[in-house]
């Protein structure tokens, strides 16, 4: 097989070198954008050969791709990857709009190229039996689905990181693995949305890489336009409703995802706090199956299926891993949901 590269040097770069490590794979090499600490990445995870040229991921026969980069440089470098032949896994959000990634899945296709989406969620065991159930018919058709995405990251005082330039907050950070995981358990579509954003402590202040609410210490006031909550409601292909609840700044909310399935048997659910949980229920009679496994291993699951069809020549008909197309349709929801926010909650179609 030919060689990987990683690129990004941040959370994301190590997680993905540390998931195929536990597969038997390793990355040949590692990308950014600044030369020392690129280097400094490429030694600390163990890796001898790093670049800040895509050109010499070329001159090194790399065949995979694995693009960790903030989200505004997600279009070009998978371009890049698809045109020089190489097999691409890119982080979410595939692009930052849906041309981009209907540009993207356009040309993974026209490549025949193993192309993938890091909704790493898809892969934990609780989620891949509800997903079986369902599509089993063990809960009936899909009534509805409703559930949250809760987390403490972006409470003041906070980080002030990247996402704030690019104004990557609440929706496509937190909401596209909502989405995906709705998506892939139930079988069902977004077909229209509706959406209301809040954007809290708009006016802050920056110190030393910290933001805080303005005036609480002295230092660059700065005015924050990204949302960090959102409550938004759709329909569903099948005729079923659902609501989701997004939250950046709730306080002892770690990284808590929630799902529940609605159906006309029965129900399900399952969340991020008891990950190896999930419950089911008939009227009157609960019961829970457990699994084993943690949120790593969702990532180890991941790169398993999508190395298998690496080694196998081409994408199977028929994966668990979200691919471009997915990343498509995940960005479609988001827009309409952007759009809808834009216009008073109106219920938007998605495109």
Known sequence: MKKIAVIGCGLMGSRHIQALRALGYDASAVMGRDSEKTKKFALDNGIGEWATEFSKLEQMGIGTAHVCTPPASHFDIVKEALEAGMNVVCEKPLGLDAQQCRMLSDLAREKKAVNAVGFNTRFHAAVQKAREMILGGDIGDVLLVNGSYMQEFHALPAQLSWRYKEKCLALTEIGS???????????CEVDEASATFGRFFPDRTAKDGIQYPLGTVEGKPFHADSENAVIASMKLNGGGLASMVLSEITCGKSNRM?????????????????????????????????FDGDFDSSFVNMFREIYADIESGGPEERHMYASFDDGLRNCEVCEAMQESEKNQSKWESVK
């Open 177 to 187: 693995h909502w989405i995906d995981a709705m998506r892939f358990v139930t079988g």
């Open 258 to 290: 929630e799902l529940c399935i609605t159906g006309t048997k029965g129900a399900l659910w399952w969340n991020t706090d008891e990950l190896g949980t999930l419950h089911s229920a008939t009227k009157g009679r609960t019961q829970e199956i457990r």
